[in-house]
């Protein structure tokens, strides 16, 4: 609370001496020139994140544009996903927030992906009124300031984490958790370890790694005791896995060197193929939580005009972001305006909108509801969507639904009853008279 509170002085404090977020809304006010809009994600990432943007950028154009203009990006390499300590990510992405709100042309930014520079970078856009849209982080503290100007098209950590527990349910006995303890492993390993607890399913243990450390194998046999893996097999049947790549792959390899055979299963963070071209074999049959993309015409489109623009086959995120650049693109077009004001206002509405990967509709918050997410298995070094697991995951999602349906309808009719009692012993009918003296 305090924190929260810190922010909103900050915030206000800050807004009130700061002239950008002035400039930046009298020159898009004009609409004049290109719409320029920030980028930062990582360079030669395996996800294709800026592939998807530039196609969308060029797709968008080659259609006149938005509100009859041209897009044009500024790209800065925030290196997400470096295998380094948060501390240097964190600065390097509050430098380049810096360089985008300070710049009265960029009405937009896509990107941050890292939750950890995510959530500190979107005070910076807060700040000075700069619509900052992230395709991936997933922190649930990213949106839960009531920030005007932050959105996200992937569901949040919460979203996966309780569908991850019914599949923990349903599938499995008993489960360990292992975790890298940054800002992403720590708030999904906790909202899973909370669901798996209310739905009953038996946790033995957790093994959690500084985000820092490196001697992992050393770690992972000290603190889950594992000298011979066999023997832990007989304690859990799964491995629930929070953790951001390439970490998420080493640790892999390392259980599988220590002979632990149990699958493993986790968020959007493994959904890629380095998990593949990491842990190899050792990753085979791995379940992730991620974006569900539907099938469509338009879609293999897209997969067969990136194939022929870049060589190598999409990742299903470079889709993804394309969707992220064309919403953002239509909630312009629907503002009648570029002002990021307008257009941050106009996302927070839309509805059903039908992007080439899934239909988005957007929360007070600035979340995207969770009807993008599903669950997909690695096999053979691709992941593909698995209609028997999403299947057993659905008809229980209904089921517990129903439960707390009936549940707080119950509580209801408690309470009801006990006001009728009150009432009752208070000397006063159903119909407001006072009851007689009986004697």
């Given amino acids: 609370m305090k924190c929260r509170l810190l922010i909103v002085v900050f915030l206000v404090f800050s807004s009130a001496c700061s002239k950008p977020a002035e400039k930046t809304a009298k020159r898009a006010e004009k609409g004049k020139g290109d719409i320029v809009i920030g980028v930062a994600l990582p360079l030669n990432d395996d996800r294709h994140f800026l592939e998807g943007v530039e196609m969308a950028i060029e797709d968008l154009n080659q259609k006149g544009g938005v509100l009859g203009r041209k897009l044009r990006i500024i790209f800065e390499d925030d290196e997400a996903f470096k295998d380094v300590e948060i501390d240097y990510l964190i600065k390097n992405g509050k430098k380049i927030a810096h360089k985008f709100a300070k710049d009265p042309d960029v009405v937009a930014v ?82 899973f370890h909370t669901f798996a607890e209310d739905l009953g399913v038996n946790i033995v243990g957790g093994v959690h ?17 594992l000298i011979d893996g066999a023997k832990f097999d007989d304690i859990f ?53 991620s974006t569900i993309i539907n099938e469509s015409p338009e879609l293999q489109k897209f997969r067969e005009r990136f194939k022929a623009k870049y060589g190598y086959p999409s990742e299903h995120w470079a889709a993804h972001t394309y969707d992220t650049v064309q919403i953002l693109a239509y909630a312009m077009e629907t503002a009648g305006s570029t002002v990021p004001d307008k257009v941050a206002e106009t996302l927070h509405f839309i509805q059903n909108w039908q992007g080439i990967t899934a239909t988005y509709t957007f929360n007070e918050k600035g979340d995207v509801l969770d009807s993008v997410s599903g669950f997909k298995v690695l096999s053979k070094g691709e992941f593909t969507y698995d209609e028997e697991l999403n299947k057993l995951v659905s008809e229980y999602e209904k089921k517990v639904a129903e439960q707390d349906k009936d549940g707080y309808e119950a509580i209801v009719e408690r309470e009801k009853r006990k006001d009728v009692d009150t009432l009752e012993e208070d000397g006063v009918n159903l119909d407001g008279n006072k009851n007689k003296n009986k004697n």
Wanted: charged share 20%; glycine share 8%; with cysteine.
């Fill in 110 to 191: 896509i990107g941050h992906n890292n939750s950890g520079v995510a959530v500190p970078v979107s005070i910076i856009y807060e700040m000075d009124k700069v619509v900052f849209i992230t395709p991936f982080a997933s922190t649930p503290s990213l949106t839960n300031h009531g920030f005007r100007f932050v959105f996200r098209t992937t569901p949040t950590d919460t979203a996966y984490a309780r569908k991850l527990a019914m599949l923990a349910k349903q599938k499995y006995k008993s489960i360990l958790i292992i975790a890298v303890d940054d800002l992403y492993g720590e708030s999904l390993a906790n909202n």
């Fill in 237 to 289: 049947d799964a491995i629930f896995l929070a953790a951001e790549m390439p970490k998420a792959a080493k640790i892999i390899k390392m259980a599988r060197e220590l002979n632990i055979t149990g699958p493993f299963f986790g968020g959007d963070s493994l959904d890629t193929m380095e998990l593949w071209n990491i842990a190899g074999e050792d990753a085979e049959g791995t379940i992730v939580c």
């Fill in 209 to 225: 790694f500084a985000p820092w450390e490196d001697d992992m194998k050393g770690v992972l046999i000290k603190r889950g005791n």
